[in-house]
């Protein structure tokens, strides 16, 4: 049975397309995917992200409980509201999930894991967390709503209670706090988002959110669906689970070695056999491909590369850019002239340094 977020009826009645995505009926756009994505680079967008999980850890032992079950370190996690993003392994070190974790204080953090992983996630985290004492809450009783673009922060801020809105606006990226919304509804703001551009992921009791939606909509930000959101994603060189990474995927394997903190001391699931591949050395390395002709790149098509074959991970038809791009995965070494197969044509692409766009405009060299 596909499940149905509380703002379901309200994305229907602004004739949004829907799709199932992860066994949740979602949007994928209101009409043009392409202009909601520019919507969220040039002015600001928000995206219904309520079929995230959001599930709230208690217990004395918590931090303890985080230092062993996440690859970064939780104890870089020092005010109350900052946020951390790492990757959740299994003793292969494999990505079972990526994820990102709040402290509220010490016995009590909140992490927010994606939707199509929620079940294995919940059984995992549950399980390690015997051991610790800590009892793991899932959060059905929260939406989430992201808030996205060079204008997205002062639209919502002009929303807040006057008493919140100084402390809100100078929240650091990577930081959270509670406020009051429209009508002082209860809201959790986080400066984080999956867009490259700046604004706020809010959490709002299921109750408040179609009003929240409303107000948001009135204040002039445009409803965007997971169509935009993937390829602005995309563009902003951010990975998606399932796609770039999975269990038999390791965060080297992924270019995300900057979330794994090796520090001393600290014996996190799957650290053993990532210090072993590092010491055996990486087969596989994960790059960002451009392809300046006519064409789309897509999951799954080969890559040719000097040293054998590697795959497009994540690709699309980049607005922003008006070309395509991609995430691939090949073998290490110097790859040489590289090519797409696109239907059985070698079509030539360039291997660049992503993200492709930052701060709404092209990278160098893209």
């Known amino acids: 049975m596909t499940e149905k977020t509380v703002l379901n009826a309200t994305h229907r009645a602004l004739g949004a397309r829907m799709v199932d995505f992860g066994g ?30 959001v599930i709230d850890l208690h217990g004395p032992r918590t931090r303890e409980f985080l230092r062993h079950l996440l690859a970064n370190s939780v104890d870089k996690l020092k005010v109350t509201g900052k946020a951390l993003y790492s990757c959740m392994l299994n003793e292969r070190g494999g990505v079972i999930d990526d994820l990102i974790v709040y402290l509220f204080d010490e016995a009590h953090f909140r992490l927010v894991v994606n939707a199509a992983t929620r079940a294995k996630d919940l059984a995992w985290i549950e399980r390690q967390a015997v051991p610790f004492g800590v009892t793991v809450k899932e959060r059905p009783d929260f939406a989430m709503i992201a808030v996205q673009g060079p204008h997205a922060r002062g639209k919502v801020l ?41 604004g706020f992921e809010i959490i709002v009791p299921n109750a408040h ?25 995309l563009e902003a060189g951010m990975n998606l689970y399932g796609q770039d990474m999975d269990e038999g995927v390791s965060p080297w394997e ?15 699931i799957g650290r053993a056999a990532l210090e072993a591949q590092q010491a055996a050395g990486v087969k596989r390395v994960m790059v960002g491909l451009v392809l300046d002709e006519k064409g789309v790149l897509r999951h799954g098509q080969p890559v040719l590369t000097a040293n054998g074959a590697g795959e497009i991970l994540s690709g699309s038809f980049a607005p922003t850019l008006e070309k395509a791009v991609a995430f691939a995965r090949i073998p290490v070494g110097e790859p040489g002239a590289i090519r797409v197969d696109i239907r059985g044509r070698e079509v030539p692409v360039r291997l660049v340094k992503y993200p492709f766009v930052r701060d709404g405009k092209p990278c160098a060299g893209i």
């Open 158 to 198: 002009d929303l807040l209670h006057e008493v919140d809105r100084p402390r809100i606006e100078k929240l650091g990226k990577f930081a959270a706090a509670a406020a009051q919304g429209p009508h002082g509804m209860p809201l959790f703001v986080a400066r984080t988002g999956y867009t490259g551009e700046d």
């Open 209 to 233: 959110a179609v009003a929240l939606w409303q107000a948001l909509l009135a204040a002039g930000v445009k409803p965007a669906g997971l169509g935009a959101r993937d390829t602005l994603r």
């Open 24 to 53: 949740w009926d979602m949007p994928i756009n209101y009409g043009s995917q392409i202009e909601e994505h520019h919507a969220v680079r040039r002015d600001a967008g928000m995206f219904d992200v309520s079929h995230m999980t």
């Open 254 to 268: 992924a270019n995300l070695g900057w979330t794994v903190a090796l520090d001393a001391g600290r014996d996190f």
